[in-house]
């Protein structure tokens, strides 16, 4: 069996799911019947910036936090909102999403430029200092 690659993985991913552009989820942002989900590592959070108001799951608890079986789980993924979903470019959301989508989380999307497309569009970015522990 040939290995598959995470191109062909995200593409894959894509084809199945709801892709936003930055612009499409610029103008969804504020909504109350959506929550930004942002799956990139805190420290790309400190060094980049976030989405104003965008909860930050880490993606290896991604599937922990939605299982609502999981000593994890996270009551804001049974919200009954839409969850959008993003990382810093839009391979690891597409993935993420992915799985969310599989495990019957809906309805997702997420940003195909991710948040740095995000950035270029021009949408709202606030600072994230690093909690002192």
Known sequence: MAIKSTKE???????????????QAIALHGADDITFV??????ELWRDGAVPGAWHVPRGMLEFWID????Y???????GKKFVFFCAGGMRSALATKIA?????EPVAHIETGFGGWK???GPVETVEPKQR
């Open 38 to 43: 942002d799956i990139r590592d805190i420290r």
């Open 120 to 122: 270029k569009a021009g």
């Open 9 to 23: 993985m995200v593409k894959a991913a894509n084809a199945e799911l709801e892709v936003l552009t930055a612009e």
């Open 68 to 71: 609502p079986d999981s000593p």
């Open 101 to 105: 989508a599989d495990m019957g989380l």
């Open 73 to 79: 789980a996270k009551e804001e993924f049974r919200s």
